[in-house]
């Protein structure tokens, strides 16, 4: 064994390297290198645990004796079936427990399941014998991993053999300072990544204050959202705005269509002029015509004057009709009228009215299956549908859920007349999980009633929301390393970077190089990123 003296040179050469190398896997490199001079060891590696705490993965290997063997070949499992550790397998056990397992020979060693370290020797045609594990604790106690060191000679000329018990103390201390620098390495690398990553965010939010600032004089609604399907609908609206064209709206409840509609308005060259609108679910078939058209005096029982309709109203503007797929055959065939010929006949009048409206139709009906049944008319379908836009319900593009979450808590503090909201981890990563069916109006009615519930300066948390959200959130399981009471900001970051790469992931179907094309990084990053944070699709 090497002198006390030699023993001191190394640690003191270590320390340096510790003191000064940022990059994590050169610094378990030098760990094991270390390590390795000290003991005369054949080989060694560190095995670190994942985010999950639930394996150790082989980070760095060496072996100049079969340097082919040096990596290790699987990840080593913590719990066994029925959630209790794995304690069979000596890594685990020395991670768990804090002890140093210390064999002269893993053959002539019972007590632990070496099965897939056999099959690694048969495989490289390698023979392991002494076999020393000590564990990676940092000052916090926590187990960040193992160091292994194989085949152990007590002098150049000596036989394989286990450690002396002397030196094993010399060996844990050593692991505990390497344990201390990893720390440090990782939170350098975290807050280098953190920085780039506001950075990044203040940049996008800079041009995307500038690309969706979209004034009116109307309405508070802004058209908000960055994921690729929503911004794709946008460019068809923008384009469909500079285009007298009629434009029809299509998507389900609440995703925004009169929002659109008010944008395709403003966009265009009407957007001095009016923008009316009427669903046209909401009124009988007599009422709703006399609205869209007007009646003359006397036309009806009530009908005491003359009255405009809301085609006059909209007239060198545009009329939006709402819930087209639901209006009355009879009134189709006037609203093919108008598109056709730009005319219109008031309720119990003889002669025609020209007027100039440019018609903007929505629905979330499916209206060939309504064509189908005889309940919508062919023709206008094919006339209003000269540009179909399709509006992506909010399940389909989550990475927008937090910039909405945003910009209504903060119109809701400014009408309020208080500082802006802020968000627990685990709130937003409930509202990103829910699937919404009642699309953007039913976020913004959670963040409205969220507002109502906070008390002071806290923040929002699950209690702040629906019930059916809270109990959702209960039942994901959260890693040890983000518990609940962790409200550091590298918690938050850790726990937001994984739900914008789910987000993102459910964008790209689950396709993890389409993925990792959106969030430009490689495709390996990715993959490391799905195992640290437990990520798996839903099928």
Not at 2 to 19: F, G, K, N
Not at 167 to 184: D, G, K, L, P, Y
């Amino acid at each position: 064994m090497q002198d006390p003296l030699s023993v001191a040179e190394e640690l003191i050469e270590l320390t340096t390297t510790l003191a000064t190398e940022r990059r994590l896997e050169a610094l378990l490199g030098a760990v094991v290198s270390s390590a390795r001079r000290l003991t005369r060891a054949e080989g060694g590696r560190v095995l670190v645990l994942d985010r999950t705490g639930r394996h150790l993965h082989g980070l760095v290997g060496q072996n100049d004796a079969a340097p082919e063997a040096a990596s290790l070949a699987h990840e080593i499992p913590v719990y066994a079936e029925g959630n209790a550790f794995n304690l069979r397998d000596a890594n685990v056990f020395s991670a768990v427990t804090g002890k140093t397992v210390n064999l002269a020979d893993v053959y002539d060693y019972t007590n632990f399941d070496f099965a897939a370290l056999y099959e690694q020797d048969a495989r490289f045609g390698y023979r392991t014998r002494s076999f020393v594990v000590a564990p990676l604790w940092n000052v916090e106690g926590v187990t960040l991993g193992v160091l292994q060191l194989i085949n152990v000679r007590l002098t150049p000329d000596s036989q394989i053999g286990a450690l002396p018990k002397a030196f094993e103390r010399v060996i844990a201390s050593f692991a505990a300072h390497a344990a201390v620098a990893m720390t440090n390495a990782r939170l350098f690398e975290e807050n280098r990544h953190l920085i780039r990553q506001l950075d990044r965010r203040n940049a996008d939010l800079t041009q995307e204050n500038t690309r969706l600032k979209v004034l009116t004089a109307n309405t508070d609604d802004q058209i908000i959202g960055e994921s690729p399907s929503f911004q794709a609908a946008l460019d068809l609206a923008r384009r469909a705005a500079s285009s007298p064209v009629a434009v029809l709206l299509l998507g389900e409840t609440g995703t925004g269509k009169e929002v659109f509609a008010q944008a395709v308005h403003r966009l265009g060259k009407r957007h001095e002029r009016p923008f009316i609108a009427q669903n046209c679910a909401a009124l009988p078939e007599t009422l709703l015509e006399s609205e869209l058209f007007g009646h003359r005096k006397g036309a009806f029982s009530g009908a005491v004057s003359d009255k405009k309709g809301l085609v006059h109203e909209a007239h060198g503007g545009t009329l939006f009709l709402d819930e087209i797929g639901d209006m009355p055959l009879s009134l189709q065939a006037k609203i093919l009228r108008l598109l056709e010929e730009g005319s219109v006949r008031r309720l119990g009048d003889t002669r025609l009215e020209r007027v100039d409206v440019r018609i903007v139709a929505a629905t979330n009906a499916d209206l060939p299956l309504k064509i189908a049944q005889g309940l919508f008319r062919e023709d206008l379908y094919y006339r209003l549908s000269v540009f179909p836009v399709t509006i992506p319900p909010l399940r389909e593009r989550p990475s927008d859920i937090p910039v909405l979450l945003d910009f209504f808590l903060n119109r809701i503090a400014l009408s309020h007349g208080r500082p802006p909201f802020a968000l627990t981890p685990h709130a937003l990563d409930a509202l990103c999980r829910w699937r919404y069916p009642g699309n953007v109006r039913e976020l913004k009615n959670i963040a409205e009633r969220a507002a109502l519930l906070v008390d002071g300066d806290e923040r929002i948390d699950l209690r702040h929301l629906p019930a059916h959200l809270a109990r959702m959130s209960a039942e994901i399981v959260i890693p040890p390393a983000a518990s609940v009471n962790d409200a550091s900001l590298r918690s938050a970051v850790r726990q937001y970077e994984a739900i914008i790469i789910e987000n993102r992931l459910r964008e790209a179907g689950w396709n993890q190089s389409r993925a990792a094309r959106v969030l430009q990084i490689s495709r390996r990053s990715l993959v490391e990123k799905l195992q640290r944070y437990a990520i798996r699709p839903p099928f």
